[in-house]
C-alpha cells in the first residue's frame, strides 16, 4: 500500500529515509573522493545531516519526541567536530603550506 | 488544496536538498562548496519544520548554519585556499569504485529500514512543545547531556591547544 505520490497531507516514512540516506552516501562519497581536507570536514558535516533526517522522520512515524532530542544532541556534537577539525585543517595548512591531504605522509612507513 | 501544497513543498524541499548535496560533493571551488552546504543547511531546516520538529529546525539554523558555517567559510579565508587543487583528478576507476561504495550503502541502509516502510508520516503535525523536550534533555537524558557539556569542553580545549604556536 504504497502510493507513489500521495495525494493527502502525508508522504511514506519510506521518502523521508530514503532522502536522508541519500545525503548521507552523497557525503560518504564526497568524502571518499575529495581531497580538500576543509571539503572532507564539510562532507561529515553532511553525513550528519543526513542522519540527523532520519532522526526527525522517525520522530514522527512511531510518534515520539525522543529522537528530536538526540538531534538537538547531535548539534553540539557537530560544533565540537567542526571546531576540532578547523582547528587541526588550519595547524596542517601551516605546517604543510596546502590542504591538500595527498601531501599528508608523515605517517607513512 | 492545503494538502496538495504541503506535499509539493515536501517534494520541493527534498530536490533542494539532494541538490545542495550534490554541489557540496562535485563542485570545485571550497567556498562554492561551503555555499552549497548552507544552502542544504538551511533547506533541511525548513523540512524539519514542516515535519513538526520546529526547535530542531530553528536550532539547525542557529548553530548548523549559523555558528558551524561561518567557521568554515572563515577557515577558507584564512587559509586562502580557494583554488582547485592543482593534483591531477583521481583515476577513473577509482572514481567508480567509490561510487559503487555510497551506492552499496545506500542501498544497505535502505533494506535495513525496509520493515518500517509501511507508515506515513503526517506533514506539518502539531509540535512537541519547547517544554517537553527540555523536559527530556534534563530529565531523562541527564547524563548524555553532562557527557555532551564535557565532549564541548574537550573540543574547546583541544582547539586552542591545536591552535596556540607555542605551548
Sequence with gaps: MIHFLPLTDSVPLAHIVGLGVAVFAAGAFGFLVRRNLIVLLMCVELMLNGANIVLVAFSRAPASPDPQVWVIFMFAVAAAEAGVGLALAVLIWRRLGTLDIDALKGLRG | ?167
Excluded: N
Design chain 2, 1 to 167: 488544496m492545503r494538502p496538495l501544497l504541503l506535499t509539493a513543498a515536501f517534494y520541493l524541499l527534498s530536490g533542494a536538498i539532494l541538490a545542495g548535496a550534490a554541489g557540496t560533493v562535485l563542485l570545485r571551488r571550497p567556498l562554492y562548496c561551503a555555499l552549497s552546504l548552507l544552502f542544504t543547511l538551511l533547506a533541511t531546516s525548513a523540512l524539519y519544520i514542516l515535519l513538526g520538529a520546529e526547535l530542531a529546525g530553528l536550532l539547525q539554523i542557529i548553530v548548523y548554519a549559523g555558528a558551524v558555517m561561518a567557521l568554515f567559510i572563515l577557515a577558507i579565508h584564512m587559509t586562502g585556499q580557494d583554488e582547485p587543487l592543482k593534483t591531477p583528478p583521481l583515476p577513473r576507476l577509482l572514481l567508480m569504485a567509490a561510487g559503487a561504495a555510497a551506492a552499496g550503502l545506500f542501498g544497505l541502509l535502505m533494506l535495513a529500514a525496509t520493515r518500517f516502510f509501511i507508515a506515513f508520516v503526517k506533514l506539518a503535525p502539531e509540535p512537541y512543545s519547547v517544554a517537553e523536550q527540555a523536559g527530556l534533555i534534563f530529565g531523562r537524558y541527564t547524563p548524555q547531556f553532562e557527557l555532551l557539556s564535557l565532549l564541548v569542553l574537550a573540543g574547546i580545549a583541544g582547539a586552542v591547544v591545536a591552535a596556540k604556536k607555542k605551548l
